[in-house]
Every structure is written in C-alpha cells, then in structure tokens.
T-cell receptor, first 112, second 118 residues
C-alpha cells in the first residue's frame, strides 16, 4: 500500500553536531517529497523539498537526499542548534490523487 | 500575508455537541486542505478543495464530519455530534497549484485547532 514511515522515532544530538533524520517510503511512483518541521504548539513548517528527478538538494544548513533504488529519504541538518529541536515529518506526493502522505515524525532533541 | 488563520485555537466541548472549526487560507491560494493530527495516527488528510470545490473527501472519518468552502477566503470543518475519539489537533493548509498534482506543491499550514471532547 501507500505509506511513509520513519526508522527512528526520537533522535538526540549535541549542539553543533550534524543530524540525520531518515524516512522510508513505499510508493515507487511518488515523484515529490517534502520535509516539514513542527515545533510544539505550532503547525508544520516547510523546510525543503525534492523531486524524483534529483537525488540531492541543499538549502541553508539542510540537505535532502533521495535514494529511489531503496526508496529512502533523509534530511541532514548541519551544525544542529537548539532551535532545531522539533518533530520532523517527511511526506510524499504518492496518493491516488497525488496528495501528500505524511510519515509519523521523528522528534529531534538538541542538547546544549 | 498573515498566513493561514485558524480559529478557535482551543476548543473544549462535551460529547454530543456540535463543533465548528474555521480557516482562512492565504490569499490567492487555490487549494485548501484539512488535516487531523493525533499521536496514534499522525497527520491524516480529511478533505481538500480546489477553487472552493471539494475534490476528495475520502479521508473524512464518517458522516458526523462535514466541510464547506463557501468562498475562496473561508472554510469550515464541522463535527456533529462530537465524540471523545474526535479529540485531536485539526490543521488547515493551503497551497498554490503550479501545474502539478495537488500534493506536489508546498503546503502552508495554520497553527491548528486543538479539540478536546469530554
């Protein structure tokens, strides 16, 4: 079926270290992927997206990697800061209507 | 733009009562989505509209749930009668279609409406 899942529900890193958040997807027909950050009490906030014709895309301190062979997506955050503490969701546009399907999220905790 | 505006931010009600959640999308956006978030099920798409027309409501849990979009700047999600299992955070999101599938555009989410049904 169509589903997006996360390998790690929680991730704790030291401030200044790099963080890697992983995501698996099951629909090989998905052609668009997106990462959202959700802070406590707020709605999800767009971080970065990538289309299936790419395998890497970089933003400010963030990089998304897409491996279509194993249907795996990752978000790398460089020099993690306390303000990066949040729940991170990956999503794929793979539903029958092309809707975004969200994973259950990974909580990132940054230790000072 | 103030972003996607949702109200109320918090709602506590008793089982059997009617609940109405409201959303004002970003001006100019042509897609509007309603999501529900719970710890157990994560973010679930309930329904979405394109140019005020409901396109897919297959995620609406049951007939107790209904959504309307009378114009481009307003949408409501109504639960009647409400039940304790409806307790969740309800998010509204909007996007501007750039010629792709509905989900293949960046969604901007509101701050959510936290519903507690006692």
């Amino acid at each position: 079926g169509e589903s997006v899942g996360l390998h790690l529900p929680t991730l704790s890193v030291q401030e200044g270290d790099n963080s890697i958040i992983n995501c698996a997807y099951s629909n090989s027909a998905s052609d668009y992927f997106i990462w959202y950050k959700q802070e406590s009490g707020k709605g999800p906030q767009f971080i970065i997206d990538i289309r299936s014709n790419m395998d890497k895309r970089q933003g400010q301190r963030v990089t998304v990697l897409l491996n279509k062979t194993v249907k795996h997506l990752s978000l790398q955050i460089a020099a993690t800061q306390p303000g990066d503490s949040a729940v991170y969701f990956c999503a794929e546009a793979g539903g029958s209507q092309g809707n975004l399907i969200f994973g259950k999220g990974t909580k990132l905790s940054v230790k000072p | 733009d103030a972003g996607v505006i949702q109200s109320p931010r918090h709602e506590v009600t008793e089982m059997g009562q009617e609940v109405t959640l409201r959303c004002k999308p970003i001006s100019g956006h042509d897609y509007l989505f309603w999501y529900r978030q719970t710890m157990m099920r994560g973010l679930e798409l309930l329904i979405y509209f394109n140019n005020n027309v409901p396109i897919d409501d297959s995620g609406m849990p049951e007939d107790r749930f209904s959504a309307k979009m009378p114009n481009a700047s307003f949408s409501t999600l109504k639960i009647q009668p409400s039940e304790p299992r409806d307790s969740a955070v309800y998010f509204c999101a909007s996007s501007l279609n750039r010629g792709r599938k509905p989900g293949a555009n960046v969604l901007t989410f509101g701050a959510g409406s936290r519903l507690t049904v006692l």
